[in-house]
């Protein structure tokens, strides 16, 4: 297969934080760094409340942790420690400045340990894609086998294009579409398979033409599972079948419910 010609991430951003996912964070960023050849930048994001509870070791210790790590990675990092101005909001964040954000789980901001606007303002407002890695996800290569949640809406096409970097180096990639009607299901998913094969990109199908007696959430789930998937790519906050049947509504969801990375875009 020929190699896409897409560019590389060359520039990283990465929260870091005292909660207990934040290694795991972190070792993912700097595979991806290490991937890509690109700069990683690390952001301290913990909330000032974190400070009195359990977690203030380590969020005390977040940035010395990051500098060590990336240290001996090899790779070329920066450090920021994010602006508690809560007047300037999600835009303290570097959001604008990079070409991909790593960030935590929503539970990480219900718990009060990050900032506010972390992940899911950042998703919204700041027109990047956004990789959210879900709670106790263990180290492990990122990417190599990817799952694509297609329906063909503009922040899905956002997240296909924002994802081609990792897609062009995936070892497969699945492109999955949830629909009761089952000539368009196959004609979408067929007009995505081309266009990503223009890149390079070879994809397999796995269309789920809808009957009423699955939840489309669980036949994503049955795609993943079939797949051994270690990444999804999704569209965030799309008026759509996935994140309409999840509860709440929202992508936020999505990132409670998945134990693998999802990177979303708005």
Same mark, same amino acid.
């Given at each position: 297969m020929p190699q896409a010609n897409v560019r590389s991430f060359r520039d990283i951003l990465v929260y870091l934080s005292g909660g207990e996912n934040a290694p795991g964070r972190v070792s993912a960023a700097i595979?991806?760094?290490?991937?890509?050849?690109a700069?990683?930048?690390?952001?301290? #994001?913990?909330? &000032? +409340?974190?400070?009195?509870?359990?977690?203030?070791?380590?969020?005390?210790?977040?940035?010395?942790?990051?500098?060590?790590?990336?240290g001996a990675a090899g790779i070329e990092y920066v450090f920021h420690a994010a602006s508690r101005d809560d007047a300037a909001g999600w835009k303290s964040l570097y959001a604008h400045?990079?070409?991909? #954000?790593?960030? &935590? +789980?929503?539970?990480?901001?219900?718990?009060?340990?990050v900032l506010r606007g972390v992940p899911e303002d950042v998703l919204l407002h700041g027109g990047v894609p956004v990789l959210v890695i879900p709670d106790f996800w263990k180290p492990q290569p990122l990417g190599r086998r990817v799952v694509v949640a297609w329906n063909a809406s503009r922040e899905a096409t956002r997240a296909v294009h924002d994802a081609l970097p990792i897609l062009a180096r995936a070892e497969s990639v699945t492109l999955f579409a949830f629909d009761t009607r089952q000539d368009v299901l196959r004609k979408e998913i067929a007009l995505l398979s081309d266009h990503l094969a223009a890149h390079?990109?070879?994809t397999r199908s796995f269309p789920w033409p809808s009957s009423g007696d699955i939840d489309?959430?669980?036949?994503?789930?049955s795609c993943l599972s079939e797949d051994n998937a270690d990444l999804i790519v999704a569209g965030g906050y799309g008026h759509s079948w996935l994140f309409e049947r999840l509860?709440?509504?929202?992508?936020r969801s999505l990132t409670r419910t998945v134990t693998v990375p999802v990177l979303m875009s708005h």
């Open positions: 595979a991806l760094a290490q991937q890509h050849g700069r990683l930048t690390g952001i301290e #994001v913990n909330h &000032p +409340s974190v400070y009195a509870t359990s977690r203030a070791p380590e969020a005390i210790n977040a940035e010395e942790n990051f500098l060590r790590a990336a400045y990079t070409d991909l #954000v790593i960030a &935590p +789980s929503t539970s990480e901001s219900d718990a009060g340990l390079g990109i070879a489309p959430v669980d036949a994503l789930f509860a709440g509504g929202t992508s």
